[in-house]
């Protein structure tokens, strides 16, 4: 049996960011960079589909052995990345959600401006607050319920319960 990597968000980010990958990071990780202490297990990212940005893409995900978490086999290439398509990939440093066709995903561009946070000398695109909890409203899952209530809490609304 093969063992699970670890989980380096830094590592995936830092490769997105050599190769100008356009991407909005959301999901858990975004949650915690907004300062709600989540554990993640996963790095989730809308990403800007164009051409020139799935083959960026397809050069930081090679760079980061991905493969594939669906068993599927499908390939990393800019062919498949620029299609409209939920896709997982597990990689060196853990797995990567690319969010595009679930209904609480939104588009790239919505997410524009981004946060921009500062993470070992990287700046990370994060989605905005206001951005965050939208998703996470139309989500509507238990999780997401949770994370929308430690944000609203760390804003000063109404605590968690």
Same mark, same amino acid.
């Given at each position: 049996?093969?063992?699970?990597?670890?989980?380096?968000?830094?590592?995936?980010?830092? %490769?997105?960011?050599?190769?100008? @990958?356009?991407?909005?990071?959301?999901?858990?990780?975004?949650?915690? %960079?907004?300062?709600?202490?989540? #554990?993640?297990?996963?790095? !989730?990212?809308?990403?800007?589909?164009?051409?020139?940005?799935?083959?960026?893409?397809?050069?930081?995900? #090679?760079?980061?052995?991905? =493969?594939?978490?669906?068993?599927?086999?499908?390939?990393?290439?800019?062919?498949?990345?620029?299609?409209?398509? !939920?896709?997982?990939?597990?990689?060196?440093?853990?797995?990567?959600?690319?969010?595009?066709?679930?209904?609480?995903?939104?588009?790239?561009?919505?997410?524009?401006?981004?946060? =921009?946070?500062?993470?070992?000398?990287?700046?990370?695109? @994060?989605?905005?607050?206001?951005?965050?909890? %939208?998703?996470?409203?139309?989500?509507?899952?238990?999780?997401?319920? %949770?994370?929308?209530?430690?944000?609203?809490?760390?804003?000063?609304?109404?605590?968690?319960?």
């Amino acid at each position: 049996m093969v063992a699970e990597p670890s989980f380096d968000p830094e590592a995936i980010l830092r %490769a997105l960011n050599r190769h100008a @990958v356009g991407y909005v990071v959301v999901g858990g990780f975004a949650v915690a %960079a907004h300062g709600v202490v989540r #554990a993640t297990a996963d790095l !989730d990212l809308v990403v800007e589909r164009t051409w020139e940005n799935a083959e960026r893409l397809a050069r930081a995900l #090679a760079e980061v052995e991905a =493969t594939d978490a669906t068993g599927g086999g499908t390939p990393v290439t800019r062919e498949v990345l620029v299609r409209r398509a !939920d896709r997982r990939f597990r990689t060196a440093f853990g797995e990567v959600h690319l969010l595009d066709a679930v209904a609480d995903a939104p588009d790239y561009r919505a997410l524009l401006p981004p946060v =921009t946070i500062l993470l070992s000398g990287e700046s990370i695109p @994060v989605a905005s607050l206001e951005r965050l909890r %939208a998703i996470k409203r139309s989500a509507g899952r238990v999780r997401d319920r %949770a994370d929308l209530a430690e944000l609203d809490h760390l804003d000063g609304a109404e605590p968690p319960r």
